[in-house]
């Protein structure tokens, strides 16, 4: 498999629930066969294990200060590691495990790229993130038949 895209947030709560539709889309779909979706749900540090080799990883979730009510931006994962404040609860999510994976794996950390949406995603929304997040995974597959 060439990638990964991995949903996260809490379909119950309409202000998290961003990656859990973007999974439901992608779900729907047929994919390509290279790509891996995974409902990461509020899974937090059980996610390390697929991160472990080295695929390219798409994050999907739900931010908060990063975009518009509306929009779709693109984040790294230090821009989301950066987030991380204090010790591990039960709200670090998301950060805590991008600033520690590099730390923990013993292989490279994978290229990873966060998809997120402030608010709540109008089904068009969902929709484009979705083909975005399909996108991305699918660019490291292009690039490895080139080279």
Do not use: W
């Given at each position: 498999?060439?990638?990964r895209?991995?949903?996260?947030?809490?379909?119950?709560?309409?202000?998290?629930?961003?990656?859990?539709?973007?999974?439901?889309?992608?779900?729907?779909?047929?994919?390509?066969?290279?790509?891996?979706?995974?409902?990461?749900?509020?899974?937090?540090?059980?996610?390390?294990?697929?991160?472990?080799?080295?695929?390219?990883?798409?994050?999907?979730?739900?931010?908060?200060g990063?975009?518009?009510?509306?929009?779709?931006?693109?984040?790294?994962?230090?821009?989301?590691?950066?987030?991380?404040?204090?010790?591990?609860?039960?709200?670090?999510?998301?950060?805590?495990?991008?600033?520690?994976?590099?730390?923990?794996?013993?292989?490279?950390?994978?290229?990873?790229?966060?998809?997120?949406?402030?608010?709540?995603?109008?089904?068009?929304?969902?929709?484009?993130?979705?083909?975005?997040?399909?996108?991305?995974?699918?660019?490291?597959?292009?690039?490895?038949?080139?080279?």
């Amino acid at each position: 498999m060439a990638a990964r895209i991995i949903c996260v947030g809490n379909r119950y709560a309409g202000n998290d629930d961003f990656g859990p539709r973007v999974y439901d889309c992608l779900a729907a779909q047929s994919l390509p066969a290279d790509v891996d979706v995974v409902d990461g749900g509020l899974a937090g540090l059980d996610l390390l294990r697929h991160l472990e080799d080295g695929r390219r990883v798409v994050f999907v979730d739900a931010v908060a200060g990063f975009a518009d009510s509306d929009g779709i931006i693109l984040l790294s994962a230090a821009e989301i590691a950066s987030q991380c404040v204090g010790g591990f609860d039960h709200a670090a999510g998301l950060p805590y495990l991008l600033k520690i994976m590099p730390a923990i794996l013993e292989c490279p950390p994978p290229r990873v790229t966060v998809i997120g949406h402030e608010g709540v995603a109008s089904v068009q929304t969902v929709s484009a993130a979705a083909q975005l997040a399909l996108n991305l995974a699918m660019e490291d597959a292009e690039d490895a038949c080139s080279a």
